[in-house]
Each structure stands twice: as structure tokens, then as C-alpha cells.
């Protein structure tokens, strides 16, 4: 977590926007959102856990009684109010905003269930006004501190020793989930989450999203490792590819290609540069090797709190990147029935240009090899 500064910071900015909006009142139940404003998160089920946030008033989390004392180890919050089994957990939200009978005007979070809406709006009568708070705080999360951005890349360090060791470990003969696992391991071992390893063989490369499966690696497989983990609630997501013994003249040429578009976006993009230009650097070095109908996905997407974010770096966007986003370049080649390539890198957007949040060579690996 990060420092209890930070975090008031961010409420007394959401009490600002509820000041400016005339709203009565923000309800976040658990999601990235939440999490950016209390300093934990986690699987919302039928049991009601929310934030409400007013203008005068410390930020409140309505959470039930027998789970105080494990939420409050993990949040920076300090007034719980717990609620019992038997009891309405709306009810207790009704009264911590006011009975004012259907006429409150209340700030959701997009990811609020539709059940989580019907029984607040049950509880209050009804709501005179509703509207989202998430533009809002996304537009906080769009530039990263120092100390978010140290995290992503403590993320990076791992990642990259847990990917090389899947490099290093695989053997002909292995499933893609049993290379997962030596990721998922090593991410473990180092006092990360995993996310997500997209470990792909062979054809399956050349699947953009592909998930892991019982297909085995064999001799001349191009192997395509995604993958991520998350440390205190931040994310890293890294792709590097390897071949199996020596690779052949096509594999070689569109890795090259590859090389050359994520090294031409690292050297070119700049703050003040729109995502669509952005885009543009790397698609046209792909483009002019006459690969382009085969880059088939925008080159990048922000990343946090949640492995996708804003900023999205795609063709056509007009939004300018600003100094502390943070952002991946992730180019691509994809073969149907052949084989794919992907390189991907993390960039914190500088004064000068972008600063890489991953650390691991770019070269193509070679499995078996000593």
C-alpha cells in the first residue's frame, strides 16, 4: 500500500468533483476504483462492501461484521461500520447519507452490479439524479506517482526472471499449462500475484489472444510468452518469444521486423504526441515490409491498476500522451497456421521520451540451447 498521504489526496479530490456536481454522495463497492482509494480490494459476493464517500465527512467503508477486523488490517480507512447478517446493509447506507426519501443525487462506479443498484435505489426511495464517478477517477489514474511507478517496476524485475526461467526450463515434450505453472511458480516465489501467462506454441502464436493449453512443444515451435503479475495491486505485462532449435529464414525476417517497429516507438514517441501518431511510428515499419494487413490489434494500452487501461494507444485516437502515463508497446506479426511474433514492453511517458518499466533483452531466444 502506499502512503496514507497519497490516499487522502485522492478522496479529497473525489470530495471536490462531489462539491462541483452537486451530488449527495459516491458508493464504490470493490473493483480497481476502490482499490485506488482505500489501498485494497477484493472478490465482491453477495455480501454488500462499499466505500461511501461524502463531502465534509471522513470516507466511510460499510463492510460485514465478522470481516472488520480483516478489511481494516488492509486499508488506511479507519471508521468501518459494520453491519450483521440479519441485518439490511442498504438500510445502513440510508443512514449514514440521510433519509431523504428519493431525492438523492449519488455517484456510481461503472463496475457497480445491477443488483448492487436496485437495492441501494430500494433503500433510498429512489434517486433524484445518478451519474458515474469513474471519468473522474480514471482521469486521477492516467499519470502515475514515483512510487506507483517503482512498483510496476519491482512487477518488471519479476516478471522478467519468471518468463527467462519458463525459457530456460521448457523442454520438447511439455504442455503450454506446464510452462505456465513455471511462471506462475517463480512469480509466487518472489511475493508476486500472477495475472495472467499466455503461453503459446507452435500455430497457436499466431493466435493474438490465446490461452494456455495441453498443446506440446516440439521441435522448430516458435513459443510466445505473455505474462504478468501484479505487486500491491500494481501490474506488469511483458511478451518476448523464443524459438525451438534454429530458426528458419520467415521466422528470422518477421522477428526482425518486429525488432524494428518496437524499436522505432521506444526511440520516437514523445509527450505531446497523440496516441494515434504513436500508433502510426511502429505500424508503418511493419506496413513497409509489406506485413501490415497482419498487424492486426492497436499498439499498445495503458496499464496500472489493471493490466488494460486508459491510455489506449490506437489508430486514429486524438488523445495526447502526458507526462507519467504509462503504457505498453506491443507491435505484432500473425501468421495464420504458421506461427506468430510479439514483442511487448512497458514505457513510462518522460519529458524526454519514454522510460521502460521492463527490463528483459529483446533478443530471440533459443530453447535448448546452451
Same mark, same amino acid.
Given at each position: 500500500?502506499?502512503?496514507?498521504s497519497?490516499?487522502? +489526496?485522492?478522496?479529497?479530490? $473525489?470530495? #471536490?468533483?462531489?462539491?462541483?456536481?452537486s451530488a449527495d454522495?459516491?458508493?464504490?463497492?470493490p473493483?480497481?476504483?476502490?482499490l485506488y @482509494?482505500?489501498?485494497?480490494t477484493?472478490? @465482491?459476493?453477495?455480501?454488500l462492501?462499499?466505500?461511501?464517500v461524502? +463531502?465534509?465527512?471522513e470516507?466511510?467503508?460499510?463492510?460485514?461484521?465478522f470481516e472488520?477486523t480483516?478489511q481494516s488490517?488492509? /486499508?488506511?480507512?479507519k471508521?468501518?461500520?459494520?453491519?450483521?447478517?440479519?441485518e439490511?446493509?442498504?438500510?445502513?447506507?440510508?443512514?449514514? $447519507?440521510g433519509?431523504?426519501?428519493? %431525492?438523492h &443525487?449519488?455517484?456510481l462506479?461503472?463496475s457497480t452490479?445491477l443488483g448492487v443498484y436496485?437495492?441501494?435505489e430500494?433503500?433510498?426511495?429512489g434517486?433524484?439524479?445518478? !451519474?458515474s464517478?469513474?471519468?473522474t477517477i480514471?482521469?486521477?489514474?492516467l499519470?502515475k506517482?514515483?512510487?506507483?511507478?517503482d512498483l510496476?517496476?519491482k512487477?518488471?524485475?519479476?516478471?522478467?526472471?519468471a518468463?527467462? #526461467?519458463?525459457?530456460?526450463? !521448457?523442454?520438447?515434450?511439455?504442455?503450454?499449462?506446464?510452462?505456465?505453472?513455471?511462471?506462475?511458480?517463480?512469480?509466487?516465489?518472489?511475493?508476486a500475484?500472477p495475472t495472467?501467462a499466455?503461453?503459446?506454441?507452435?500455430?497457436? %502464436?499466431a493466435?493474438p489472444?490465446?490461452? !494456455?493449453?495441453?498443446?506440446?512443444?516440439?521441435?522448430?515451435?516458435? $513459443?510466445l510468452?505473455?505474462?504478468g503479475?501484479?505487486l500491491d495491486g500494481?501490474?506488469?505485462?511483458?511478451t518476448?518469444?523464443?524459438?525451438?532449435? &534454429?530458426? /528458419?529464414?520467415?521466422?528470422?525476417?518477421?522477428y526482425?521486423?518486429?525488432?524494428q517497429?518496437?524499436?522505432?516507438?521506444?526511440?520516437?514517441?514523445v509527450?505531446?504526441?497523440?496516441?494515434?501518431t504513436a500508433?502510426?511510428?511502429?505500424?508503418r515499419v511493419?506496413?513497409? !515490409?509489406?506485413y501490415?494487413?497482419?498487424?492486426t490489434?492497436?499498439l499498445?494500452h495503458g496499464?496500472g491498476l489493471?493490466?488494460?487501461e486508459p491510455?489506449?494507444?490506437l489508430?486514429?485516437s486524438?488523445?495526447?500522451?502526458?507526462?507519467?502515463?504509462?503504457?505498453?508497446?506491443?507491435?505484432?506479426?500473425?501468421?495464420?497456421g504458421?506461427?506468430?511474433v510479439r514483442?511487448?514492453d512497458?514505457a513510462?511517458?518522460?519529458? +524526454?521520451?519514454?522510460?521502460?518499466? /521492463?527490463?528483459?533483452p529483446?533478443?530471440?531466444?533459443?530453447?535448448?540451447?546452451?
Amino acid at each position: 500500500m502506499l502512503d496514507e498521504s497519497v490516499y487522502k +489526496k485522492r478522496i479529497e479530490q $473525489v470530495q #471536490k468533483y462531489l462539491e462541483s456536481s452537486s451530488a449527495d454522495f459516491a458508493f464504490l463497492t470493490p473493483s480497481p476504483n476502490f482499490l485506488y @482509494l482505500t489501498g485494497y480490494t477484493f472478490e @465482491l459476493h453477495e455480501r454488500l462492501t462499499a466505500l461511501v464517500v461524502q +463531502k465534509d465527512t471522513e470516507p466511510q467503508i460499510v463492510a460485514p461484521s465478522f470481516e472488520v477486523t480483516g478489511q481494516s488490517s488492509q /486499508t488506511w480507512i479507519k471508521n468501518f461500520v459494520p453491519w450483521a447478517e440479519d441485518e439490511n446493509p442498504y438500510s445502513l447506507v440510508a443512514s449514514l $447519507v440521510g433519509k431523504k426519501s428519493g %431525492s438523492h &443525487s449519488v455517484l456510481l462506479d461503472d463496475s457497480t452490479s445491477l443488483g448492487v443498484y436496485w437495492a441501494l435505489e430500494s433503500a433510498l426511495r429512489g434517486f433524484t439524479k445518478t !451519474a458515474s464517478i469513474t471519468p473522474t477517477i480514471h482521469s486521477m489514474r492516467l499519470t502515475k506517482s514515483d512510487e506507483e511507478i517503482d512498483l510496476m517496476k519491482k512487477a518488471g524485475r519479476i516478471i522478467n526472471d519468471a518468463v527467462l #526461467k519458463a525459457f530456460e526450463d !521448457a523442454q520438447i515434450g511439455m504442455t503450454e499449462l506446464e510452462v505456465q505453472q513455471i511462471v506462475q511458480r517463480e512469480i509466487r516465489r518472489q511475493g508476486a500475484t500472477p495475472t495472467f501467462a499466455a503461453i503459446q506454441f507452435g500455430e497457436n %502464436s499466431a493466435m493474438p489472444h490465446a490461452a !494456455a493449453g495441453s498443446r506440446d512443444l516440439r521441435n522448430g515451435d516458435v $513459443v510466445l510468452m505473455d505474462c504478468g503479475c501484479s505487486l500491491d495491486g500494481y501490474n506488469t505485462d511483458m511478451t518476448r518469444v523464443g524459438v525451438v532449435g &534454429s530458426p /528458419t529464414e520467415e521466422i528470422e525476417r518477421v522477428y526482425s521486423i518486429v525488432l524494428q517497429a518496437v524499436e522505432a516507438a521506444v526511440e520516437n514517441i514523445v509527450p505531446g504526441m497523440t496516441c494515434g501518431t504513436a500508433d502510426g511510428i511502429a505500424r508503418r515499419v511493419i506496413d513497409n !515490409a509489406g506485413y501490415g494487413e497482419y498487424f492486426t490489434h492497436r499498439l499498445g494500452h495503458g496499464i496500472g491498476l489493471e493490466v488494460h487501461e486508459p491510455p489506449y494507444i490506437l489508430r486514429g485516437s486524438s488523445q495526447e500522451l502526458q507526462t507519467g502515463m504509462c503504457h505498453s508497446i506491443e507491435p505484432g506479426i500473425y501468421l495464420e497456421g504458421k506461427f506468430g511474433v510479439r514483442i511487448e514492453d512497458l514505457a513510462c511517458i518522460r519529458d +524526454k521520451g519514454p522510460e521502460l518499466l /521492463t527490463i528483459t533483452p529483446r533478443d530471440l531466444i533459443r530453447i535448448g540451447s546452451e
